[in-house]
């Protein structure tokens, strides 16, 4: 049986007792519990999975902007040269950031268009797992490019900083 309250109400076990036996004298109140804490235990493992799963989620998502980083830092290490040369012939510094950005971020686009494209042909086998939201909401896609975006944005940052600060004299002469 279920019983709806004003929110905020305490309900005692012996008014509760006494209404029912008003009801129907057979019946009998064993316990009360709100239906918060029912619902808690009965998606206790749901919550836990999706915890976890949000958990590994954010270690990827550091794994991935570890290597971009790793990545975009190596290139600017092994074209030093190379950007040396173009900040001797007249490129800003800002411009050499802007070149190193668009790099790494069209990795970024490049893996996000591969995984959007895998995440819709494998949606079938994940579709029982979401509740309320369709495994082909656009919202959810937009958020996670989004988040991917900030990552990528930060993981390309410090290479592009690192690039812009060449001195083209010292790289010309390193090698």
């Known amino acids: 049986m279920a019983i709806r ?41 749901e919550r836990f999975a999706a915890q976890l ?3 590994f989620g954010v270690f990827v998502l550091m794994l991935a902007s570890l290597g971009l980083f790793g990545l975009l830092s190596f290139g600017v290490t092994k074209r030093t040269r190379e950007i040396g040369v173009r900040l001797a012939l007249g490129a800003s ?24 494209a895998a995440a819709v042909g494998l949606v079938r086998f994940a579709g029982s797992l979401f ?29 592009a900083r690192q690039a812009a600060k060449v001195d083209p004299m010292i790289a010309l002469r390193a090698e």
């Open 53 to 55: 799963s949000a958990l």
């Open 5 to 45: 309250t004003q929110p905020g109400a305490t309900v005692s076990l012996a008014d509760l007792r006494a209404i029912l036996s008003r009801l129907d004298s057979s019946a009998s109140l064993l316990a009360l519990n709100p239906a918060g804490d029912v619902l808690s235990r009965l998606t206790r493992q």
């Open 93 to 116: 510094p800002h411009g050499v950031r802007l070149f190193i950005l668009r790099e790494g971020l069209g990795l970024l686009l490049l893996g996000s268009l591969i995984g959007a």
């Open 131 to 159: 509740y309320g939201v369709s495994p082909t909401e656009p919202a959810v896609y937009a958020v996670v490019f989004l988040m991917l975006l900030g990552a990528a944005g930060l993981a390309c940052w410090l290479p």
